[in-house]
């Protein structure tokens, strides 16, 4: 469909020149049927090769022609006689091998579980939408991250929190008896990005998703989902058991509370077989946690932890947390909680950690739990909607930021350990690793709210299969799957400048957290009228007419010494620290001199010009692709980047406007004026 429904499975038809060197390789699919999820790589293939090729592949279960493709799980009669790595595999992953069987030539895909397979079948695809040579294969390939999973915000109203695409999917109302057929599409595209989990409700939780009434309707999408390798998750509320339970106390070392969430656990598996675990917010904004009756935030995962060790369940228990009344810096809160209660943590706990300290901002250094808890599993939790991005209307590829973050040295304990070695490396064996997304996704026809925000959810997956990937590659991936592999080039230049640009327009040289506030969308420097000085903009940048900036080296609130050594040298210094990072953790007076020669006020204009540039750039580009993508997706582009360049002026002007009211300073000579 050309409104964007297909995200990147589209299966347009192949040109003829390379649809002749693909055909002679997908005549045929033979598939041992009964495992539903081999069953799914089967359907999944065929559908792909009848939109490219032109014709359905013809269906086998044994004895497969030349030119079929093999689908089978290790020790598949199908495969006897053939040797291949099944030991490199894991459980989900695959090997995708042309190969001679009884003198015919086949293309293998096969892995140690149906899941190896689906996501091998969605390999070959993925080779044939991106128009690679796929006559002689040998690609072994398998997950880092164990539990990759989206977070959905969504609320039981189906209102969904921070969510700029429509509605919830879930439909609570016609759950369980109604299964729409969307539930099946959402699940094909996390399959074919390797995403095997997804938490169904909001985060600031509603504790009657764990009544009877809506577990039915859990289960009724965990149905859907299992055949394409999704489990099921749910957030907690702490207080449940009062909630729902009828109990005086949510005490995570009251005996009661333990046998009430043992008990609901056990339910849960009754019902849902295959149940992946919980998400808790506790003691964030107002949420209930362990601390309201003075016990840790590990008494109060293990508890909840112990309940689901029996079923293999695992906790996800977030570290974003801070406290009105807590004084200390918002940035150090976390890690002050947090780093002391490593090694408590049971085996199944996952601890989920923000990429960076304050919440999700354009650009934030990485958080310095990472690298700072060796003996706890940590995961790392991405935001794919774009509260402080421009939600769904600009452009912003959210790829660049999640490689910095995940390619960014901790440190510790030596140089070298990233933040993707942090998350990937089991602390122990059998430990859990993984990486949860902020969902981006709702009822809108093109799930996303925008086009370009599809390539989030997809590099999203990219990134929890492999921390270590490039957003350069999945860039390219997704663009030639998406709007075809002739228009790609010229998108891809655009989604790698994109994120750049917004932190231009929004926020320059390491400032954060400007967005007007409460929605977060356009600027807002000048509030400050908040009753919780944390969640006013002027808390942040703390413009005055000496300078700007947040001094958190050790003459401020030191949240700087929460990082390794090597870190604290480089960003504590005027002249190591990067110009991307200055802001964060200095206050600069106004006439500093950058490294480019201005001085710091003539620079922070010259950025915010920058920013409104490069969506000006972006516009051409897009110009550029007129005719060469279809007409419905490019005119809905084309507007929003129109909207986009207004509010990236908007931004420009108002920023500069307030802070030149503080810094009391001439703009520079070439700043475009206001229009
Ligand atoms: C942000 C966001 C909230 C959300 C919170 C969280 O602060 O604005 O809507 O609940 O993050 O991650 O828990």
Known sequence: AEDGYDLWLRYAPLDSGYRATVAPHVAQIVAATGNPQVDAAADEL?????????RAPARATTAPVEGAVLLATAG???????????????KEGYVVRSATIAGKRVTIVAGNSGQGVLYG???????????QPIAALDIVDAPKLQVRVLNHWDNLSRSIERGYAGLSLWDWQKLPHYKDPRYTDYARANA????????????????????????????ALAEVFRPWGIRVYLTARFSAPIEIGGLKTADPLDPAVAAWWKAKVDEIYGIIPDFGGFVVKANSEGQPGPNDYNRSHAEGANMMADALAPHGGVMMWRAFVYAAENAEDRHKQAYTEFKPLDGKFRDNVLVQVKNGAIDFQPREPFHPLFGAMPRTPLMMEFQITKEYLGFATHLAYLGTMWEEVLQADTFRPARGNTVAKVIETPVDAGAATGMAGVANIGNDRNWSGSQFDQANWYAFGRFAWDPQARAKD????????????????????????????????MTPLGLGHLMATGHHYGPGPWVSDLARPEWNPVY??????????????????????????????RWGN??????SLLLWFHHVPWDHRMASGRSLWDELVTRYDTGVGAVTAMQGQWQGLQGKVDPVRW?????FLSIQHDEAQWWRDASVAYFQSIAKRPLPAGHAPPP
């Open 192 to 219: 074919s990005i390797g995403i095997n989990a997804t938490v169904l409700n909001n985060v600031n939780a509603n504790a009657d998703i764990l009544t009877p009434e809506y577990l039915h309707k859990v289960a």
């Open 635 to 639: 005119a809905e582009v084309r507007d």
């Open 121 to 131: 079948a969605f390999r070959l695809l993925k080779l044939i939408q991106t128009r």
């Open 474 to 505: 999945i860039a390219q991936d997704w663009a030639a799957m998406t709007w075809g592999p002739g228009a790609a080039a010229p998108i891809v230049d655009m989604m790698m400048a994109s994120r750049e640009a917004v932190v231009d327009y």
């Open 46 to 54: 065929a559908r792909g090769l009848t939109g490219m090729v032109g």
């Open 574 to 579: 005027l002249k190591t620290v990067p110009d």
């Open 76 to 90: 598949s009669p199908l495969l006897a006689g053939v040797a291949l790595p099944f030991e490199r595999l894991g």
């Open 540 to 569: 942040y940048h703390k413009a005055d007419a000496a300078g700007i900036g947040f001094d958190r080296t050790r003459t401020g609130s030191d949240a700087l010494g929460q990082y390794a050594p090597q870190l604290v040298a």
